[in-house]
């Protein structure tokens, strides 16, 4: 097959197409001949030597695919070759064929196709665990998500508006902030000419907002508590502007916040196939009706993968950056 490689750590010209075996389905496993792969910033962070794969993962980039079931591993039995899934997988996406644990496999939603499809797994699993079940998100509640022309952004806007949460968003260009309202934002704010505090605070008439969804960290930690109402929650999952604070906690303490934040991928197959299965139930048939949507920005085929990094790294994207494989 063909598949990215890298020789070492880097800036986007470091990924380079190359030729090699394909993978062999483990037990629980089904190999999928790829059709599309997104890209994602975890991607970025491991191309340049800061997010390396969990033991045992494949050293290939890319963590969300989709496409046709060509093998199936030892013991599965709820898939059968020929099947149409995207997968969520640990390493292994930016390749004409991967290998995916069958339990992380989801059925691609009618009406969509092959390449929104592979803009699901990485965001919707992420929006999902960490909104809804670690964040507790409730019909009714205010919710602001930072970076809301993301492809999480974009996500966990639809997915909170779909279940009745009152959503505020923020992002970087008028642009985006527009592309926020038409997702279900009842205010977007743009972080670069508005301060999002004073904007949630107002919007809220000085309550504060119920839930934060953060991937900024560094100085918007001490920002976020002063947002969040009492009795809040901030979800931490990526600190694109530094991961160590000095924080004064007493806003933590008088306001009875709650601080929490995971990361999906080092996650067991069996954590993951809980969420997936939360995923059919409750979120694919908003998809099948056309309620929530991938947004795709552009695609770009396997072998220029350096053009969809550079593309990630220049932050211009609204929504998803897709691979197409062919």
């Known amino acids: 097959m063909q598949y990215i490689t890298m020789e070492a750590p880097g800036g986007p010209e470091a990924l380079t197409l190359a030729d090699g075996p394909a993978p062999t389905p483990r037990e629980g496993e089904v190999l999928i001949r790829v059709a599309a792969a997104g890209v994602n910033r975890p991607d970025i962070a491991q191309r340049q030597g800061a997010y390396p794969p969990p033991p045992g993962a494949s050293p290939i980039l890319g963590m969300e695919i989709a496409g046709t079931i060509a093998a199936l591993g030892p013991g599965v039995e709820s898939h059968k070759i020929g099947d149409q899934v995207c997968a969520l997988v640990s390493g292994g996406g930016y390749a004409e064929y991967c290998a995916a644990p069958a339990a992380q496999c989801l059925p691609i939603p009618q009406g969509l196709s092959l390449i929104e499809a592979a803009a699901l797994p990485e965001t919707y699993f992420t929006v999902w665990t960490n909104v ?34 009152r959503v505020i968003a923020d992002a970087g260009t008028e642009e985006k902030c527009a592309v926020c309202r038409s997702l279900g934002a009842e205010l977007a704010i743009n972080y670069k000419t508005q301060d999002f505090v004073a904007e949630a605070k107002q919007f809220t008439e000085g309550r504060g907002v119920d839930l934060i969804l953060d991937m900024v960290g560094g100085p918007y930690f001490s920002r976020n508590l002063a947002a969040l109402a009492r009795e809040g929650r901030l979800v931490q999952i990526a600190f694109l502007q530094g991961a160590k604070i000095e924080v004064d906690l007493t806003l933590l303490m008088v306001k009875r916040l709650t601080v929490t934040g995971s990361t999906l991928r080092p996650r067991t197959v069996a954590e993951k196939g809980a ?44 929504g998803k950056i897709v691979l197409t494989v062919s």
């Open 132 to 165: 809804f079940q670690r964040g507790h998100l409730q019909a009714g509640e205010t919710f602001l998500v930072h970076g809301g022309s993301s492809g999480i952004g974009t996500t966990a806007i639809q997915l909170a508006h779909q279940f009745g949460a």
């Open 275 to 318: 969420i997936a299965r939360d995923l059919h139930e409750h979120v694919w048939p908003l998809l099948e009706s056309g309620k929530v949507r991938p947004l795709i920005y552009r695609t770009f085929p396997l072998a220029d993968v350096a053009q969809a990094h550079a593309l990630m790294e220049s932050s211009e994207h609204i």
